[in-house]
């Protein structure tokens, strides 16, 4: 029987704390996250490994380290409103609960967006609700949002996504052009303008691109 709650110490202390995440509130959501539950049953074995798990052909978690790397630099204060674009199961939103006022998790997948209300209800999560969204259209009823994570590979957030950015706020993405090499991206929104910087060096699984430039 596997034993994931030694996987989930194991997760923390020998590749989060050393990949340098080592925020005292994020730890102690993922340490209290079962992240096993936000998988399907012939996924659940793989979800303390270090790297991404495709959930299906289209879809995956990322690979914890890069996810929560992003959030970090999202600099999320517990009076933020956050957006989390490609939430899949929910397991990202929930962790986002922990930082953020509120947390607003969309996916297109309507099974996807059901689980991750089962498993919010689980977890006595009360700051965050799942609706059905895309990475181009983002959810403009629930604007503007102090931080923004896109989950999705493109050459640039879509314009509609942008512009659901508060003034002050950070959208963090993944800009990848390729299945071997991206970068974790850092846009902010100051005075109406937009500045843009590389965190690190990442990749997702790339997939299919549509007319908007993104791959989905």
Same mark, same amino acid.
């Given at each position: 029987?596997?034993?994931?709650?030694?996987? +989930?110490? *194991?997760?923390?202390?020998?590749?989060?704390?050393?990949?340098? #995440?080592?925020?005292?509130?994020?730890? /102690?959501?993922?340490?209290?996250?079962? +992240?096993?539950?936000?998988? $399907?049953?012939?996924? !659940?074995?793989?979800? *303390?490994?270090?790297?991404?798990? !495709?959930?299906? /052909? @289209?879809?995956?978690?990322?690979? $914890?380290?890069?996810?929560?790397?992003?959030?970090?630099?999202?600099?999320?204060?517990?009076?933020?409103?956050?957006?989390?674009?490609?939430?899949?199961?929910? *397991?990202?939103?929930?962790?986002?609960?922990?930082?953020?006022?509120?947390?607003?998790?969309?996916?297109? !997948?309507?099974? =996807?967006?059901?689980?991750? %209300?089962?498993?919010?209800?689980?977890?006595?999560?009360?700051?965050? /609700? =799942?609706?059905?969204?895309?990475?181009?259209?983002?959810?403009?009823?629930?604007? $503007? *949002?102090?931080?923004?994570?896109? &989950? %999705?590979?493109?050459? &640039? $957030?879509?314009?509609?996504?942008? @512009?659901?950015?508060?003034?002050?706020?950070?959208?963090?993405?993944? !800009?990848?052009?390729? @299945?071997?090499?991206?970068?974790?991206?850092?846009?902010?929104?100051?005075?109406?303008?937009?500045?843009?910087? #590389?965190?690190? @060096?990442?990749?997702?699984?790339? =997939?299919? &691109?549509?007319?908007?430039?993104? /791959?989905?």
């Amino acid at each position: 029987m596997v034993d994931f709650s030694e996987q +989930r110490k *194991y997760m923390i202390d020998g590749n989060l704390r050393p990949g340098g #995440v080592r925020d005292p509130v994020v730890l /102690k959501a993922v340490g209290q996250i079962h +992240r096993e539950n936000f998988l $399907p049953e012939n996924l !659940k074995a793989l979800a *303390y490994i270090d790297d991404d798990i !495709k959930l299906d /052909k @289209e879809n995956f978690l990322m690979r $914890p380290n890069d996810l929560l790397r992003m959030i970090l630099a999202l600099q999320i204060q517990p009076s933020h409103k956050v957006l989390d674009v490609g939430c899949t199961t929910g *397991y990202s939103s929930i962790i986002l609960s922990f930082l953020a006022g509120q947390v607003v998790g969309i996916d297109e !997948k309507s099974d =996807f967006l059901s689980h991750a %209300r089962e498993l919010a209800d689980l977890e006595g999560i009360m700051n965050t /609700k =799942f609706v059905s969204g895309s990475a181009i259209s983002g959810c403009p009823n629930d604007a $503007p *949002y102090d931080a923004i994570l896109l &989950q %999705r590979a493109c050459l &640039q $957030p879509a314009q509609a996504l942008v @512009e659901q950015l508060a003034e002050g706020g950070r959208l963090a993405f993944i !800009k990848q052009t390729n @299945e071997t090499f991206g970068q974790a991206c850092l846009l902010e929104k100051h005075h109406g303008q937009l500045s843009q910087r #590389v965190l690190f @060096e990442m990749c997702v699984p790339y =997939f299919t &691109q549509d007319n908007s430039g993104f /791959k989905l």
